[in-house]
């Protein structure tokens, strides 16, 4: 494929540089005419192991040049590959300025030229969900005239390893609805060895920041783990080398799909022993302290979602923190059920397992002092608790989908994200 890179920068030098190393025909923009001139020569435009010695063999070979004139290097292409940067502005706002230089410039090169070839637009600059689409509207012609297609593909390379990590991403995210676009950058990429996912734009775009919040908080978490081992004389380095060998429940997918705050017996108690401990050491642990204000705010937010529909009478489904146990220390559900009673809300609730006559030592003792009326709120079955309800709060119980659905009333599922609980009609705001 003929391609342009926008941006000769960490990203841009090394995805040009591979790009024609897979065969492609590259031509890589920049304003800095140093960089274009080091290209030019064979030479890296700036410090990356490898990519010295994979530039003069691609400009030698003739597949990689480049220029100062984006039109000049739009002409004939099939992909422009947007690699410019998105640095912080000084309030903390991303600057997508150089992003939508590079657009305008591609629109008026399109607008010059409405009967050349099919372009598509990759942009691989981080963005905030929905920028893409908003600078592709403000910035590029319309559309609908098929003479080009867009997709977000952002890029996971790390500086230091990055050609090899251009090669083996842990996936290819393309973000686009537009066959088109779909088609070309499978092309772009074929020699990429990763699983190939297709999602929205704006998915797209918000995977980059997921994964890089993510990894900025493995690192704080490592840190202040570190912190607190070496004021309790552990050694850090077995701590987490142990650590990370658990792959079922610490280094895996579990615990990372989103729904009700965490609850129970075991993770608020030592988050908070945990918490007095490193202040008791005089150890600074921001990321250990936002845990529980965290999930504090996330079960408030449920509360307030139910008070903001309205609903004065509620049927909550599963009280305890889990399906199948009758734990009911520190449940989200039995917050959920104080806070709305102590707001005058009626709440009548179902527990499969939860029976107040069973419940002993400190189980017992919990919910007596969070809930002393308990026994006036429970039901025997979910049919009890639902009738005559507004909505329903769907908190550990796995009704069956039927008994939901028959209802015949909203149904809160406070193990989804928000967007799928039941919202206020426009007419009611
Ligand atoms: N550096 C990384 O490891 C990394 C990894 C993944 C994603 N990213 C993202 O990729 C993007 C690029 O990052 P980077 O580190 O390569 O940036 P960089 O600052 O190293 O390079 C950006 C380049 O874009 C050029 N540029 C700016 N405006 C231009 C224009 N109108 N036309 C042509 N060139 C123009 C600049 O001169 C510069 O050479 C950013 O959004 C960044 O967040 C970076």
């Known amino acids: 494929m003929r391609v342009v890179v926008f941006g000769l920068g960490y990203v841009g030098s090394v995805t040009a540089a591979c790009l024609a190393d897979e065969g492609h025909h590259v031509v890589g923009v920049d304003l800095a005419r140093q960089k274009v001139l080091a290209v030019r020569r064979g030479l890296a435009p700036l410090a990356e192991p490898g990519l010295a010695a994979l530039i003069s063999q691609v400009v030698d070979a003739g597949r990689l040049t480049a220029t100062t004139d984006a039109a000049r290097a739009l002409n004939d292409a099939d992909v422009a590959v947007v690699c410019v940067g998105t640095p912080s502005a000084p309030n903390g706002a991303l600057f997508t300025g150089y992003v939508e230089d590079v657009l305008g410039q591609i629109g008026g090169f399109l607008e010059e030229h409405p009967e050349g070839r099919h372009l598509t637009v990759v942009i691989r600059s981080t963005l905030l969900p929905g920028t893409t689409e908003r600078l592709v509207a403000a910035r590029m012609p319309d559309p609908a005239g098929g003479r080009y297609s867009v997709a977000y593909c952002p890029e996971f390379l790390r500086e230091s390893s ?5 090669g ?21 990429f074929d020699q990429v060895t990763a699983p190939v996912r297709q999602v929205s734009i704006a998915t797209a775009e918000s995977v980059k920041y997921a994964s890089n919040a993510f990894h900025a908080v493995k690192i704080a978490f490592a840190n202040e783990m570190a912190r607190f081992a070496d004021a309790y004389d552990v050694d850090a380095d077995a701590l987490m080398a142990v650590f990370v060998e658990d792959k079922v429940l610490n280094v895996s997918a579990r615990y990372l799909r989103p729904g009700a705050s965490f609850g129970g017996s075991c993770l608020p108690k030592d988050v908070r ?15 250990l302290e936002s845990l529980l204000p965290s999930n504090a705010s996330h079960t408030r937010r449920l509360v307030d979602h139910v008070l903001s529909l309205g609903w004065r009478r509620v049927a909550l489904l599963g009280l305890a923190f889990k399906a199948g146990t009758d734990d009911l220390r520190e449940s989200p559900y039995v917050d959920i059920a104080e806070t709305l009673t102590g707001k005058g809300v009626q709440v009548r609730i179902f527990d499969e397992v939860v029976n107040p006559a069973e419940l002993v030592g400190s189980n017992e003792s919990y919910i007596r002092l969070r809930l002393p009326h308990l026994e006036r709120l429970l039901v025997d079955s979910r049919a009890a608790a639902i009738a005559g309800a507004d909505g329903i709060i769907l908190g550990s119980d796995r009704a069956p989908q039927e008994v939901l659905l028959d209802a015949g009333v909203p149904v809160l599922d406070a193990n989804t994200p928000a967007r799928h609980w039941p919202q206020l009609a426009l007419s009611r705001i």
């Open 273 to 287: 022993a945990l918490i007095h401990a490193v202040r008791h050491a005089d150890v600074a642990a921001p990321l």
């Open 162 to 166: 990055a050609i090899v990590d251009f």
């Open 168 to 188: 083996h991403p842990p996936f290819t995210i393309i973000g686009t609805d537009d066959d088109v676009a779909l088609a070309a950058v499978t092309h772009l």
